[in-house]
């Protein structure tokens, strides 16, 4: 039997007839823009990570962008990310108009702390951490650094729902919080979506103006804004997710104890570090070897899905060659291009399959 990467089936079989009885009320009710359902779980999703407020968005790009907006960055300013993410973490800070400033990460794939002072000008307005692959950065830390300099800090928890930090969710460590829904992850849709969460009554009240064309009161427009709202049918939907969403990152986190005991022996191999005051809910299982390629196709001649993320770094990007970065100015994740690899990991995957992908890694290297 083949091992999917991801099998998503496993997740919306068990719930399909409750989102399509859901589907049906809303098409007898028509309430399809900014209705009920999106404010009941903007409401859900908020409680849930202990925030204030939860401002539904069209996209985790989108979310991250009107944060930064709302916050007030734009044209001439900078804002300091890691080099190892997902292109939307420096593509929200490009639409603002303001300058990623990257730094490097640390063995954890988070950026590394270490380098953060001296990426400040007179020009940084923010730091945004990402909580990669599940596990959040160091956030007190980079909260420590942002004080000293009057900065705010954005999380892009978009790999992380219901990540702890210190016992504490992710979502309110800063200023704004950025999550995605696209379907592949935590907590997905079924299309795009995206919230933001922060405590501060005025920047929700920000976000809720800019993802809804500027609009303050019906057809009275304070300033320009956009048309980024979180699709009432999606919202719908992560209702419905949202009550399983603890469960399955504690099936996530099964299935990372037993790729950590199953692979444990073999020398060639970099397993996750974890750091115990945080809780990982493994958006991606990321193991390191030399021998990538080779590992990833052996897996694949074997009916083993696996993936990677990410083969290219921010700053070797063509869309970020304006910032006239070279090869070897970030070391760490330029290693872990050439060495990642993400394992199959999802909700229901069963301990055979983990035992099966294990078994084909060892064999590898045998
Ligand atoms: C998925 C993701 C995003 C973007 O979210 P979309 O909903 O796809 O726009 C941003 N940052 C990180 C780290 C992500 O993984």
Redesign the pocket.
């Known amino acids: 039997m083949p091992i999917k990467f991801l099998d998503l089936n496993r997740i919306h079989q068990p719930i399909k007839n409750e989102i399509v009885e859901e589907l049906s009320n809303i098409i007898d009710t028509n309430g399809y823009i900014l209705s009920d359902k999106v404010e009941e779980f903007e409401n859900n999703f908020s409680n849930h990570h202990q925030a204030k407020f939860g401002v539904g968005i069209s ?6 962008e009107l944060s930064l907006r709302a916050l007030g960055i734009g044209q001439g300013d900078e804002v300091i990310l890691p080099a190892n ?2 292109i ?2 420096a593509s ?1 800070v490009t639409f603002t108009g303001a300058k990623p400033v990257l730094a490097d990460c640390d063995d954890c794939y988070n950026i590394d702390v270490t380098q953060i002072r001296n990426r400040i000008t007179s020009r940084t307005k923010a730091i945004l951490p ?1 909580h ?1 692959y599940g596990q959040p950065a160091d956030t007190e830390e980079i909260i420590e650094i942002a004080k000293d300099y009057d900065l705010d800090v954005i999380e ?1 928890s ?2 992380a729902h219901g990540a702890k930090y210190k016992e504490k969710p992710v979502g309110t460590l800063g200023k704004i919080s ?1 999550f ?3 379907p592949g ?1 935590n907590l997905g849709a079924m299309g ?3 919230i933001a969460l922060t405590n501060s009554q005025e920047l929700a009240d920000k976000l809720k103006f800019l993802r809804n064309y500027g609009q303050t009161q019906k057809y009275h427009h304070e300033f320009p804004g956009y048309n980024k709202r979180l699709d009432a049918i999606q919202a719908a939907i992560l209702n419905i997710k949202l009550k399983h969403l603890d469960q399955w990152n504690k099936e996530r986190q099964q299935a990372a104890k037993l790729y950590n005991e199953q692979l444990a022996n073999l020398p060639q191999l970099t397993l996750p570090k974890t750091k115990p005051d945080r809780s990982h809910v493994y ?1 991606l299982f990321v193991i390191q070897t030399q021998d990538r390629d080779k590992l990833a196709e052996f897996l694949n001649s074997k009916g083993i899905d696996s993936g990677l993320h990410y083969p290219i770094p921010i700053h070797l990007q063509k869309s970020y060659s304006y910032l006239n970065h070279k090869k070897g100015d970030f070391p760490n994740a330029e290693k872990f291009a050439n060495q990642i690899l993400s394992l199959p990991i999802f909700p229901g995957i069963t301990t055979e399959e983990v035992t099966t992908v294990c078994k084909a890694i060892k064999e590898f290297y045998s």
């Open positions: 996209s985790g790009t989108s979310a991250l993410t997902f939307a973490t929200a990402v990669l892009d978009c790999q950025a995605s829904f696209y992850k795009d979506g995206g958006h």
